[in-house]
């Protein structure tokens, strides 16, 4: 049975409405050590993202971090559906060289995963999928390539 993104999730320790202080947002990614702050509406709407890189940039310009997260925060955000296969989203990771990603029911951000928590999924199905062919190990000098092709293999 394949993985999907719903079970690989993990629940959002904190997110901040667009008129919440860069100061406070900034406490808040480094209370919880985020690199991505995301950033809803009242309905719980995903409207951005605010990464740490940067909240950091600008406090090496301005240590008061001035304004609100609405003029820092990127609106271009990568997401995936929670009904969503574990190989979707590491394609979408492979796109958007990111840390996290969003996971949205509907419109509604139900939560976020990491290439932390999907990568011993792939590794694992990479090592079953694998095993039993009589092919050479993977050299341990190098991280495993996951192309589209094994990846696929994984559903």
């Known amino acids: 049975m394949p993985v999907s993104v719903r079970d690989l999730m993990s629940p959002l320790p904190a997110v901040v ?3 919440t202080s860069l100061s406070e947002a900034a406490e808040l990614i480094w209370k919880h050590r985020l690199s991505d702050l995301y950033v809803t509406g009242s309905s719980g709407c995903l409207l ?3 990464p740490d890189y940067s909240v950091l940039k600008l406090s090496l310009t301005d240590p008061e971090l001035p304004g609100c997260v609405a003029s820092l925060m990127s609106c271009q955000v990568a997401s995936v559906a929670s009904c969503q296969s574990a190989v979707e989203v590491a394609l979408r990771f492979r796109d958007a060289v990111v840390r996290s990603i969003p996971v ?3 419109n509604r951000l139900v939560g976020m995963v990491t290439r932390a928590e999907l990568l011993p999924h792939l590794i694992a199905s990479s090592a079953n999928s694998s095993s039993g062919r009589g092919s050479a190990p993977a050299r341990r ?4 390539h996951f192309s589209e092709h094994r990846l696929k293999a994984w559903l």
């Not at 000098?141 to 495993?144: E, G, L």
Request: proline content about 23%; cysteine-free; charged content about 25%.
């Open 17 to 19: 409405g667009p008129e």
């Open 48 to 50: 951005g993202v605010l």
């Open 104 to 106: 949205l029911e509907g």
């Open 141 to 144: 000098s190098r991280p495993p």
